[in-house]
């Protein structure tokens, strides 16, 4: 099989160390300086961001702050900021719409673009130039501290791998022209979804580089795969589109780290309570209802307890949600100080010609719902909310996941 020789269609947009990126447009006074976004300014915080001033003394995400400061002593350390992230997001996904209305959100700080679809503007231009052009116009339009990596291909993995290589602020294209020179100076962990295990399993099959791993043909990826994904990763390799960008819901949750050893139902209610309505308000507002919800609980000795239940019909509501997260909580057989808490609804379903339960007003109960979400919406999260959590928005502080925006 030869590689795909259809123009490049596909771009992948990477906001550049985002967090930190966003945080030095804020405030110009920490443009060019080594700053770290952590979920907690603590020394045990967890480091989500680093600008790349930081990453040149060796600062990595996932760190904790303490070895960050060890290895950078003047980073100056910032505690994360979600409304800016998310105002950036949207921003981006606005200009963006304007070359092609197939736009698709990875991530908060990734996109993929497809100008293969006829709602694209630009389909007939050369993808580099548009490149250029979307650059210039993101610092012009949106913050001149904001960089992205750009990469174009002709599938959505490609683009995506030609993004990563000439980080930071790149724009690079992998084309039939010179796919072969990339992958010649690629390592297999430099592709996206091979870390070791997967290179293990390529070197059992004699495949230890990315020319090896092009030039293998399905019977080899099988031995090393053994499954579907050898003839996923011939296709991608080559050229051709497999990975569907537009990833089908299969649940919502939220999740909160404790910082105080609760462990009684009074002291856990709020953040309970918290993280459904959050949970429940992402699930109303891409329009679904859910047929199934689970809560995990993590223990500070590190151990485990969940349990999920099925429904007998699809739920919208907050309050329905609370009281069968309620309702799993007391399931739990132990009592002991929690570190972590997580609530998901799953088995997910389109909010329309849904048999709903018959002895509730359910179109008043949607109606009065959806009224609280337009509020809520308008003057911001939890205007109106619960009386149980009352005076106690600091229990659940706001996060942003890596995660498509909801």
């Known amino acids: 099989m030869d590689f795909n020789s259809s123009p490049s269609s596909v ?21 060019g300086k080594s700053v770290a976004v952590a979920a907690y300014a603590t020394k045990n915080g967890c480091i989500l961001a680093a600008s790349y001033p930081a990453k040149a003394f060796g600062v990595k995400t996932g760190m904790r702050v303490k070895d960050g400061l060890a290895l950078c002593p003047n980073m100056i350390i910032l505690p ?15 200009l963006l719409n304007k070359y092609s209305l197939s736009v698709h959100p990875k991530s908060i700080d990734e996109f993929v673009v497809d100008f293969k679809s006829k709602n694209s503007q630009s389909s007939n231009r050369n993808l580099l130039n548009v490149g250029l052009e979307i650059k210039e116009r993101i610092k ?16 959505g993995f490609l683009a995506k791998t030609a993004a990563s290589y ?4 790149g724009l690079f294209e992998i084309n039939k022209g010179n796919f072969y020179q990339v992958y010649e100076s690629l390592k297999l962990t430099n592709l996206c979804g091979i870390k070791n295990a997967n290179a293990a399993r390529l070197s059992s099959a004699g495949i230890y580089d990315v020319l090896g791993f092009y030039n293998a043909d399905l019977q080899k990826l099988k031995i090393a795969f053994r499954s579907i ?12 589109e497999i990975d569907d960008y537009l990833f089908e819901r299969k649940s919502f949750g939220s999740q909160y780290a404790l910082t105080y050893p609760y462990e009684t139902f009074e002291e856990l209610r709020p953040i309970l309570t918290k993280l459904t309505e959050k949970t429940a308000r992402r699930l109303r507002n891409k329009n679904y209802f859910a047929g199934g919800i689970h809560l995990s609980i993590l223990f500070r000795d590190h151990t485990y307890w969940h349990h999920g ?13 609370t009281k069968l997260v309620y309702k799993l909580f007391f399931m739990c057989p132990v009592k002991k100080p929690v570190r972590l808490l997580s609530v998901t609804v799953f088995n997910l379903q389109k909010n329309k010609n849904l048999q709903l339960d018959l002895t509730t007003d359910v179109i008043k109960k949607q109606n009065l719902t959806k ?4 509020i809520n919406n308008l003057f911001g999260d939890y205007t109106i909310t619960p009386a149980r959590i009352i005076n106690n928005e600091g229990y659940v502080l706001d996060r942003i996941a890596f995660g498509v925006i909801s």
């Open 309 to 321: 239940m099925k429904l007998a019909y699809p739920v919208f509501s907050s309050n329905d949600f």
């Open 371 to 374: 009224a609280l979400d337009k």
């Open 140 to 155: 012009k339009e949106i913050g001149s501290a904001i960089t992205v990596s750009i990469g174009i291909s002709t599938n």
């Open 229 to 240: 994904n050898s003839y996923y990763w011939l296709m991608r390799l080559h050229g051709f």
């Open 11 to 31: 771009m992948h947009i990477d906001i550049n160390s985002c967090f930190a990126t966003i945080e030095q447009q804020a405030n110009p006074f920490l443009r």
């Open 166 to 169: 000439k980080k930071p602020d």
């Open 80 to 94: 994360p900021d979600p409304p800016k992230y998310r105002f950036i997001h949207k921003k981006m996904h606005a």
